[in-house]
């Protein structure tokens, strides 16, 4: 038998990828290096056998923790920043559209733009105004609303996965509100909101609950 001290596995890692990461041991944003590895018997320092591959990892460029690429699948901070602006926009423009307020250039549906502008402008979209989300309904044309749940499914498909349960009621609650400004729900805001629902899978009776507590407010 050769001493363990004379011989072991090693292994030789390379760079094969690189970019930015939620480093979970630096609790932020960080450069990443992907590394894949091969093992090799060493004696006396000297790889002679091989010994197979070693399962790829994620090396952190500052703390140089390693992480399996389940990593990489959690959004950067920039990121998920970036999700949950488009999240808030996709939303307001789906229940404006619901309830006639991107249609409307009077006072009917003013206060409804007025709600989603300010919760826009609150999400990272300093530039958002009325007129801007009235030509964005222009462009939409008459299909705005089958449009635009697609639409919303689609964008929160993306974000859901990564919000703890009260951040996903909050975007609810964020729709609910702009519905609500100019009243009542109607048919097609209750419609559209239990669409939004959905696509941040909240239970019918979690979104119904909300619904009503906004109401209620």
């Known amino acids: ?55 790829p990892v994620v090396e952190c460029v500052s703390c140089r923790g390693r992480f399996p690429l389940t990593a990489l699948d959690r959004p950067t901070t920039t990121r998920l920043s970036a999700l949950l602006r488009d999240g808030v926009h996709t939303i307001a423009l789906a229940l404006l559209a619901a ?56 964008t929160l498909s993306e974000l859901t996965p990564h919000l703890a349960s009260p951040g996903r009621e909050a975007l609810l609650l964020h729709g609910a509100r702009i519905a609500l400004a100019d009243g009542p729900y109607h048919a097609t805001e209750r419609t559209m909101l239990t ?7 909240l239970s019918p009776s979690d979104t119904e609950r909300l619904l009503a ?5």
């Not at 939620?22 to 450069?31: K, N």
């Not at 507590?213 to 407010?217: G, I, K, R, V």
């Open 99 to 154: 309830g006639g307020g991107m249609s409307t250039r009077g006072t009917a549906g003013t206060a409804a733009r007025r709600a989603a502008v300010e919760s826009i402008r609150a999400a990272g979209f300093p530039e958002c105004t009325e007129e801007r989300l009235l030509t964005l309904q222009a462009a939409l044309g008459a299909e705005s609303l089958p449009l635009l749940d697609r639409e919303v499914r689609a």
């Open 1 to 55: 038998m050769v001493h363990p001290r004379l011989a072991g596995v090693r292994t030789a890692w390379r760079v094969v990828d690189d970019g930015d990461f939620f480093c979970a041991a630096c609790g932020g944003d960080r450069c990443y290096r992907r590394l894949a590895g091969r093992r090799r018997l060493t004696v006396l320092g000297v790889p002679v056998l091989p010994r197979g591959t070693a399962e």
């Open 195 to 201: 669409a939004v629902g959905e696509a941040l899978r």
């Open 213 to 217: 507590t906004a109401l209620s407010a």
